[in-house]
């Protein structure tokens, strides 16, 4: 045989062998077996953290729907998904990180930054791997200057911010298994 019909032979081979592989990679950095899971569920995260806009639960209960939709083939079901989500915001600080000093000796020094933290408690269940069953905590913060703003002109946009990160990680610490 020629050099070059064997290495078309081998492609051939080789690329056969690797469409017959059950697992499935996407340019989202899933390695989900869609032979086995189908279906995914979140339940509604609690806000147990005592502090936040009153939404919080709901816009990270929809955002963590939304993103597994949007990078997977699964389908949303309402409970008893192959991969099922829940859990609850367990923590929502708010700390000074620099401090300014007024520069008059009669006044207190100020924050120059503040840095809203935010934590979600998550259990994770895979009813095809249980091996994969995992409870964590994920965390992020954000700052921003209280000098020019005040928390209730960005606190939407750093929460949503902060929901985005967290999230990202989640799906990296369930189907991405890096």
Same mark, same amino acid.
Request: some cysteine; aromatic content about 10%.
């Given at each position: ?29 899933? %390695?989900?077996?869609? /032979? &086995? $899971?189908? @279906?995914?569920?979140?339940?509604? =995260? ?24 949007? %990078?997977?083939?699964? /389908? &949303? $079901?309402? @409970?008893?998904?192959?991969?099922? =989500? ?29 840095? &809203?933290?935010? @934590? ?59």
């Amino acid at each position: 045989m020629k050099l070059s019909k064997r290495i078309v032979l081998m492609a051939s081979i080789l690329l056969s062998i690797l469409s017959g592989c059950s697992i499935k990679y996407s340019f989202t950095g899933t %390695n989900i077996n869609y /032979e &086995l $899971v189908k @279906t995914f569920s979140v339940e509604n =995260f609690f806000n147990d953290s005592g502090g936040g806009p009153a939404n919080m639960e709901q816009l990270f209960t929809e955002s963590l729907k939304e993103y597994y939709q949007r %990078n997977t083939q699964l /389908e &949303l $079901v309402r @409970t008893n998904g192959d991969l099922q =989500f829940a859990g609850a915001i367990s923590r929502y600080s708010l700390s000074p990180q620099a401090v300014v000093s007024s520069g008059d000796p009669n006044l207190p020094d100020r924050a120059g930054q503040m840095r &809203l933290t935010i @934590t979600v408690d998550v259990e994770y269940v895979n009813l095809t791997n249980e091996e994969e069953n995992k409870k964590q905590s994920f965390s992020f913060f954000k700052d921003y200057d209280p000098r020019s703003v005040t928390l209730l002109d960005v606190e939407s946009q750093l929460v949503e911010e902060i929901f985005e990160t967290i999230i990202q990680d989640i799906f990296t610490a369930t189907v991405a298994n890096w």
